[in-house]
T-cell receptor, first 112, second 116 residues
Framework: AQSVTQPDIHITVSEGASLELRCNYSYGATPYLFWYVQSPGQGLQLLLKYFSGDTLVQGIKGFEAEFKRSQSSFNLRKPSVHWSDAAEYFCAVGNNNNDMRFGAGTRLTVKP | NAGVMQNPRHLVRRRGQEARLRCSPMKGHSHVYWYRQLPEEGLKFMVYLQKENIIDESGMPKERFSAEFPKEGPSILRIQQVVRGDSAAYFC??????????????FGNGTRLTVT
């Protein structure tokens, strides 16, 4: 069965600084990988996804993620964080039938 | 273009009462998923339904919890005889097809259940 680990429960960065959120997955076959963002009191919004092809994927709001098979990782990055990026971020792994498993999430705080 | 609609947004129940959570998927979506989010935890899969069928309920507790997605109307997650441990945010998601490649999940804003 697939599983996801997000090692960092909480990260604080200064506005304008770069960001990297870590995600490690466990899955026997080629995974489908996702990053979602959740603002307080809201549902989850899809940031980006990886199925195949180019291992560097671009998403919305200036986010990107890189799939590294050798490290079983799918880390999320943003070169310059904005205050509005403060939220909780979830990594998820699935197969092709929408059977998805989510990580516990990383809460991002942005300092002025 | 309404997204996934969940109601109520907040629900307070006393121990032993029943909780009914409703989810209307996006227009054109016939696949519905329910997830539970406990404080400081990620989303835990509960159940996957298509119209009139439960496809996967491997994440549902064996007792007190049930789900349906009738031919007409919203999907319902029903919790009987609620206990304090049921307090959580319950999220519904929908997709157009079963294949994530073609149709990623779209989430509602959740129902926050508080059991007093």
């Amino acid at each position: 069965a697939q599983s996801v680990t997000q090692p960092d429960i909480h990260i604080t960065v200064s506005e304008g600084a770069s960001l990297e959120l870590r995600c490690n997955y466990s899955y026997g076959a080629t995974p489908y990988l996702f990053w979602y963002v959740q603002s307080p009191g809201q549902g989850l919004q899809l940031l980006l996804k990886y199925f195949s092809g180019d291992t560097l994927v671009q998403g919305i709001k200036g986010f990107e993620a890189e799939f590294k098979r050798s490290q079983s990782s799918f880390n999320l990055r943003k070169p310059s964080v904005h205050w509005s990026d403060a939220a909780e971020y979830f990594c998820a792994v699935g197969n092709n039938n929408n059977d998805m498993r989510f990580g516990a999430g990383t809460r991002l705080t942005v300092k002025p | 273009n309404a997204g996934v609609m969940q109601n109520p947004r907040h629900l307070v129940r006393r121990r032993g009462q029943e909780a009914r959570l409703r989810c209307s998927p996006m227009k054109g979506h016939s696949h519905v998923y329910w997830y539970r989010q406990l404080p400081e935890e990620g989303l835990k899969f509960m159940v996957y339904l298509q119209k009139e069928n439960i496809i996967d309920e491997s994440g549902m507790p064996k007792e007190r919890f049930s789900a349906e997605f009738p031919k007409e109307g919203p999907s319902i997650l029903r919790i009987q005889q609620v206990v304090r441990g049921d307090s959580a945010a319950y999220f519904c998601a929908s997709s157009q097809t079963q294949e994530v490649y073609n149709s990623p999940l779209h989430f509602g804003n959740g129902t926050r259940l508080t059991v007093t």
